[in-house]
């Protein structure tokens, strides 16, 4: 139209781009340099070979991926692959577990008095606000040999005289249910709070029984809250070093001690970092198919990430 | 009837998850008086682990540390994420999906992978430039990069929850740039900054992985040093400091509790 | 450049009122404040060496200039398209029409909060047209009201004298002073959390009026209350503008909120200015079908032929006023000017129609009426006689001096 519109738009658009680099460059630069860097570097180590002190060395190649897979100097071994479907399998079974246990209980606050309703919340999130080495370490108390819980067990036959309920794959799974019960109620107390009473009240008009009300009514409503939990639980839970490492002894490994150990003992950083490549791959992957499920359920933005 | 029946098997529920979540850090706050050195029976009341706590030098050091590197991350990540926090809202007509994707990735990323990376890249750049020596430095780097996407989302959301005409009621009340940001903007989002600096805080206490592989030998936090003495042979000391540290976070809750209250 | 004759005639019409503006403003709004007017809130207060920005202790009411304003958002919205427009000084100044008209715009042009793309802005004898609104003495009651949460009542209303660097002591006494003028009585500790919508509104008000600024800018402030506190609320407005004398520019949507409050409107649609004037010229001479349209009036009718002062349309054969200039393209009759007669009289400007429709209100009643093909509305007061029924024959009546030729 002309010369001068033009012009004062433009130095508007300037001004405007200059506000966002100067409020945005500190933080993208900052995660940039100091994650996204490191990450990238990490992807370049697995592709190094391992050199003789444990660290990285080139030429490039693809040998690590083969030790992931389980092949070595003595030919293929499964220790790997056990890892690897023992993540998935804990992953499965903690995070189904924590969804049975959090279900009732987000339930349950919402039909308690508005006044209680925070202070039961805040009941549920305290202890995950105490260090995770700490609440590890109150099971390992709780579960070791000659404790009141393993004579229990001892008793009822569960388990071998004089084992204990810890280290194994059960005290793994308790912590990981331990650890990420809070992440679950607390998205699905949000989606509860948030419940429709018309729909359930309707459908107890037009379903016969409860069960029925329920799947059609209050389930549908709840699903958003669940898969965001999922999101939080799962997840983490996959990469979890902490509570194998501890609950675990040698027998619960997980991909995240796998990976832990090749830097931590020096001994392979391009298998660790290999190993951390099929964690990411995992993570991303978890993370688009709750998108796509969240999507056609229709709930696509009320999952949180 | 029936409704009745779920109720009272509800509320059974809720008490024995009570339970589940609180016997682990009873059992902690139980021994930590433990007379004898024993974490399987109780033989009778002492305070010797928490006399013996505090004469540690080892300990005492984890502490400052741990002090020193959350009150240090904190205030970093919130000026950095309060930036980027106020960037988001002011230009979130643009397309900023790159940005989204970053500030997301810290939360994403599984803790074993971030601190991995961190340790590798800290070693090989110390190595190229002498800089960057696994200590206290690196674990701020590290922490400030956890806490900024939580400063930054808790600062957008209470912007976005804000009149929006505010911004423009400031300009029209004669605020220069500046004084729009010490007399509008920082009182307005001053919950925010509060409650971003206590999760940062909080945050940066909780977190083992990350410190734990971008630590030197110098600057072992709390929680490393449970590790190691943990990894080393249970010792009854462990529990004293568990139990302070339990204590703390007791007080936030209470704390956090008082200050919904005043609000409500 | 492209033409844009609309909004030429607007200004030349802008320029023949607000000469006379007394003249055609009739005699609801008595007290015309003219040139310069002290502000009665200066007045009270001793001191008068408060404003940095020009020095000067008289505090006057400032006349505004806009000249082809044009501003687009994107690359294809266009919000004002050449808006050239003169407030005079003292003026209570409507902004008037649809949503998407360019008011709102032109509003927060004034108020620096938008730049224009092109075109100039003066007030007083300022050009103002790349000055920030921090710099700018205008003060703006928002539509949301705006007010500070963080802050209490008395710190919303010294925010804008902090700004300026007022000294405590003053603010103190300026804030008492409005806060007494406005009859905000206890409301003035508490916090904005506890104020209704109406008592946010009057504070949002008296936060603009205490930094006495030249031009009070107005944006819907009415809108979010109910029907009987905005009108009370309307009268309180017009009471503290005609007390001050201060320019005050309002914009509504509302065309009876115009009428009752204005000296002045323009009426906007598309991004251009179709009529400025009073009410009374707005509402009884508009000059195309939309500003008739967006003034109420459904009566419009084709004018099929003209010769001399005799007009056909749909509804027969009608004489105008002798010398009655305007368009010739569309005929409106106002409904309220229509007399309804029993029966089938004879006589110019007798139309014969049939009652389709009668909706009674109390005070008067509205019709629908058949004209042979055409249908008409019309309003009668209720005076107690026999109101017609539906399906009565009967004959409307319509003087000359009433019937107005409107353009397309």
Not at chain 1, 153 to 171: H, K, R, V
Not at chain 2, 139 to 150: D, S
Not at chain 2, 226 to 253: C, D, H, Q, R, Y
Request: proline share 5%; charged share 15%; with cysteine.
């Amino acid at each position: 139209m002309n010369d001068t519109a033009v012009l004062g738009r433009s130095r508007a658009m300037v001004t405007e781009t200059r506000h966002l680099l100067f409020t945005v460059s500190p933080g993208a630069a900052w995660i940039i340099l100091f994650l996204v860097l490191p990450s990238a570097y990490l992807m370049g180590v697995a592709f190094m070979t391992n050199g003789p002190y444990g660290l990285p060395e080139m030429p490039l190649s693809l040998e690590s991926f083969r030790q992931l897979a389980g092949f070595g100097f003595l030919g293929w071994s499964p220790g790997n692959l056990y890892t690897l479907l023992r993540s998935l399998w804990q992953t499965v079974v903690a995070t189904g577990l924590v969804v049975v246990v959090a279900y009732p209980i987000a339930y349950y606050i919402t039909t308690c008095r508005a006044r209680w309703r925070p202070i039961m919340l805040l009941l549920v999130v305290v202890p995950s606000w105490t260090n995770q080495v700490i609440r590890t370490f109150g099971w390992m108390n709780l579960l070791a040999p000659g404790t009141p819980l393993s004579a229990a067990a001892e008793t009822l036959g569960l388990i071998a005289p004089n084992m204990g309920l810890y280290p194994s794959n059960f005290a793994v799974t308790l912590g990981l249910v331990y650890n990420f019960l809070p992440f679950m109620v607390l998205p699905l107390y949000a989606a509860f709070e948030k419940l429709d009473t018309a729909q359930v009240e309707a459908a107890q008009d037009l379903y016969a029984t409860p069960i029925k009300a329920f799947w059609h009514a209050v389930f549908p409503q709840t699903l958003p809250g669940l898969l965001a939990g999922v999101v939080l639980v799962a997840i983490p839970a996959f990469g979890m070093y902490v509570i194998p490492e501890l609950l675990g002894g040698g027998k619960a490994l997980m991909l995240g001690n796998l990976v832990a150990n090749q830097f931590s003992g020096g001994s392979n950083w391009p298998l660790g970092a290999a190993g951390a490549i099929l964690m990411l791959l995992a993570t991303f992957a978890g993370l688009y198919a709750m998108r796509r499920i969240g999507k056609r359920l229709g709930g696509g933005e009320e999952v949180v990430i | 009837m029936r409704k009745r029946t779920l109720k009272r098997g509800l509320t059974g529920f809720w008490w024995l998850t009570l339970v589940f979540l609180y016997l682990p850090l009873a059992v902690v706050v139980m021994f930590s008086f433990n007379a004898a050195n024993s974490a399987a029976s109780m033989t009778g009341f002492s305070l010797r682990w928490y006399h013996q706590l505090f004469a540690n030098d080892q300990i005492m050091s984890a502490f400052g540390n741990t002090l020193v590197l959350a009150l240090a991350s904190s205030l970093i990540a919130l000026a950095i994420g309060c930036l980027i926090g106020y960037g988001m809202y002011r230009h979130r007509h643009r397309k900023l999906g790159w940005l989204i994707v970053l500030i997301y990735l810290p939360i994403v990323l599984p803790d074993i992978v971030f601190g991995i990376s961190e340790m590798a890249f800290f070693v090989k750049l110390h190595e190229l430039t002498g800089w960057f020596k696994p200590g206290l430095g690196t674990m701020i780097i590290a922490h400030v990069t956890f806490q900024i996407p939580f400063v930054a989302l808790i600062v957008y959301s209470r912007f976005v929850g804000l009149d929006p005409t505010l911004f423009e009621a400031a300009k029209d009340l004669y605020a220069t740039p500046i004084k729009r940001v010490v007399h509008f903007m920082l009182p307005t989002i001053k919950p925010a900054l509060i409650s971003a600096f206590f999760l940062s805080f909080t945050l940066s206490v909780d977190d083992f992985v990350i410190s734990f592989f971008t630590s030197g030998p110098e600057s072992a936090t709390l929680p490393i040093y449970i590790w190691g003495a943990i990894k080393k042979g249970v010792s009854p000391e462990i529990n004293a400091i568990a139990t302070l540290m339990i204590a703390a976070v007791a007080l936030a809750a209470v704390a956090s509790l008082a200050i919904n209250r005043r609000k409500a | 450049m492209t033409e844009i004759p609309s909004a030429q005639r607007a200004t030349q019409h802008a320029g023949d009122s607000s000469a006379t503006p007394a003249d055609s403003g009739e005699a609801e709004h008595v007290a015309q404040p003219h040139g310069s007017s002290q502000h009665e809130l200066s007045e009270h207060g001793p001191s008068e060496h408060d404003r940095p920005a020009d020095g000067g202790s008289e505090r006057s009411a400032s006349s505004i200039h806009m000249q082809g304003l044009h501003k687009r958002f994107g690359n294809s919205t266009v919000a004002l398209d050449g808006v050239d427009l003169t407030i005079q000084a003292g003026e209570f100044f409507t902004l008037l029409g649809p949503s998407g008209c360019g008011k709102t715009t032109l509003l927060r042009i004034l108020a620096g909060l938008e730049e224009a793309d092109d075109g100039r802005l003066t007030i007083g004898q300022r050009d103002v047209t790349d000055v920030p609104p921090h710099q700018r003495s205008v003060n703006t009651v928002f539509q949301s009201y705006a007010l500070f949460p963080h802050l209490s009542v008395r710190e919303n209303l010294a925010f804008g004298l902090k700004m300026r660097g007022v000294d405590r002591q003053q603010r103190e006494e300026r804030v008492a002073r409005i806060a007494q003028f406005i009859q905000l009585g206890d409301l003035i500790d508490r916090r904005i959390d506890q104020l209704s919508g109406g008592q946010r509104q009057r504070i949002a008000l008296a936060r603009a009026l205490v930094c006495e600024p030249d031009v009070l800018l107005l944006d819907e402030p009415l809108s979010a209350l109910d029907a009987g506190l905005r009108s009370q609320l309307q009268v309180e407005l017009l009471r503290v503008q005609k007390r001050l004398g201060m320019t005050f520019v309002f914009v509504t949507h509302d065309q009876d909120e115009a009428m009752v409050m204005s000296d002045r409107i323009a009426v906007l649609n598309g991004g251009t200015i179709q009529q400025v004037g009073p009410p009374r010229d707005v509402y009884e001479r508009p000059v195309n079908a939309f500003v008739a349209r967006f003034m109420g009036h459904d009566n419009l009718y084709p004018i099929s032929r003209r010769e001399g002062d005799r007009v056909t349309t749909e509804l027969g054969e009608l004489v105008l006023e002798p010398g009655t200039a305007g368009s010739d393209e569309l005929l409106l009759i106002r409904p309220e000017t229509l007399d309804v007669l029993p029966g089938t009289q004879q006589g110019a400007n007798h139309l014969h129609g049939r009652v389709v429709e009668r909706l009674y209100r109390g005070s008067h009643a509205e019709f629908r009426l058949a004209v042979g093909a055409a249908t008409i509305q019309a309003t009668i007061n209720n005076r107690g006689h026999r109101l017609p029924e539906v399906d009565d024959e009967v004959t409307l009546v319509v003087a000359a001096e009433d019937l107005v030729t409107v353009a397309a």
